[in-house]
């Protein structure tokens, strides 16, 4: 007797994203996925990016030195473990570098909203602090930066310590109208 043939496509389960901190709490419920993907989309959530950052800060705090283009492959591999055994996702090498992607962006755009005049970090809300008139301000000249009005980065601490010594901020930015002179050390704006 013939098999059943089955569709290619037919989805396969794996662990949905939950907020346990126990991983003997963990939900069990699934969700349908393409196992054909090559990439398995994973929608982070605070926990998730929680025990990621918490993981990485580990590692640099232990004198473990970051690659010259990142974390290196061990450093991800203690991340991936860190998520999986507190939020009981199953994460990728992949989706940890696109997720360290976002939060390095994120951890630049909010460094640079704090060191404008008038912007603050309040820690215990993760809010971005500034009066109205000076948000108005800045989103004239930088519209992607109103988000920030609303949402929240509470693990700015942490992603200092992970991310800050490796973001352009621009506050040594040379134009092509600037002549830097090497003997003065010094910018002589024409």
């Known amino acids: 007797m ?13 662990p949905r994203p939950t907020t346990a901190t126990n991983p003997d709490e963990v939900d069990t419920c699934t969700t349908h996925v393409d196992p054909n993907s090559k990439i398995r989309q994973v929608r982070w959530n605070d926990d998730m990016d929680g025990f990621l950052i918490a993981s990485l800060v580990h590692e640099v705090l232990a004198g473990h030195k970051r690659s010259d283009n990142g974390f290196t492959s061990f450093q991800v591999s203690k991340a991936i473990e860190s998520v999986h055994r507190g939020c009981g996702v199953v994460v990728s090498d992949k989706n940890v570098r696109s997720r360290l992607k976002t939060l390095k962006k994120e951890y630049a755009e909010v460094s640079q909203l704090l060191s404008i005049s008038g912007f603050g970090w309040d ?19 930088k519209p992607d930066f109103g988000k920030w009005r ?6 700015y601490d942490e992603m200092e310590s992970i991310f800050g010594n490796d973001t352009a901020t621009g506050d040594r930015a040379v134009s092509g109208f600037d002549n830097f002179s090497p003997m003065q050390g010094s910018y002589i704006t024409k």
Do not use: M, Y
Not at 2 to 14: E, G, I, L
Not at 134 to 141: I, N, Q, R, T
């Open 150 to 155: 609303t949402k929240l980065c509470r693990r």
């Open 2 to 14: 013939a098999h059943p043939r089955h569709n290619s496509a037919a989805p396969f389960q794996v």
């Open 123 to 141: 820690a215990e809300s993760g809010r971005i602090t500034a009066d109205t008139l000076a948000w108005d301000e800045l989103v004239k000249g």
